[in-house]
Each structure stands twice: as C-alpha cells, then as structure tokens.
C-alpha cells in the first residue's frame, strides 16, 4: 500500500487525474505485494512462476475494480484520498481471499 499511495502521490503533484494516477501506483503496489505475500505472507504450494501468472489474472481485475470505485467515488464528490482508502479497504478482503484461495495454493 505504502508504495502504490506514494507513487499515486507523486502522479498527482505531476499532474495526472486521479484514476490513471491511482493506476500507476497500483502497479508499484503490486509488485511488492507479489513479493512480500509469496516471500512471508503465504506458504505457496507452487513455484513462483504458476503463482506469478495467477497473480497477474487476479492483479488485472483487482486493478479494473480499484479503477472503477474510484472514478465512482469521485465522481460522487468525494475527494480523491478518502476515495482511494475507501477503495483499498473494500477490495482488501477479497483480494486476500484470491491470494489465499488460487493464486499461492
């Protein structure tokens, strides 16, 4: 999280919108999750290859769903931080759940 917030953080000062923004830092974000869940996190029963490609399947519709709620956050008038920890929290559960369930098992 702290990476894909402190990325998203610099895009705005640089002046990009909030979404592709968002979606830039969402990308840094994922690779340290890969890293850190399939180093400590998990106990994978695949190599890092399997569970490197399932990761990208489940990363891809995480980053459409993150997209999504926080174009609709903001276009419901809230303002684009407290829309981005909304949206971090709403997908943090199932986002565990895929870990947890496919993408390290």
Do not use: C, E, K
Not at 26 to 49: C, K, N, Q
Not at 52 to 75: D, E, K, Y
Request: charged letters at 10%; a positive charge; aromatic letters at 14%.
């Amino acid at each position: 999280m702290a990476a894909h917030y402190a990325l998203m953080y610099a895009m705005l000062r640089a002046g990009l919108a909030a979404v592709p923004a968002s979606a830039v830092g969402f990308g840094a974000g994922a690779l340290t999750r890969f890293a850190l869940s399939y180093a400590h996190i998990f106990t994978p029963s695949a190599g890092v290859h399997r569970a490197g490609l399932r990761f990208a399947v489940v990363i891809a519709v995480q980053l459409l769903a993150n997209s999504a709620l926080l174009a609709a956050l903001t276009r419901g008038g809230i303002d684009v931080w407290p829309a981005q920890v909304a949206t971090t929290i709403a997908l943090t559960f199932a986002n565990y759940l895929a870990y947890r369930w496919w993408v390290f098992r």
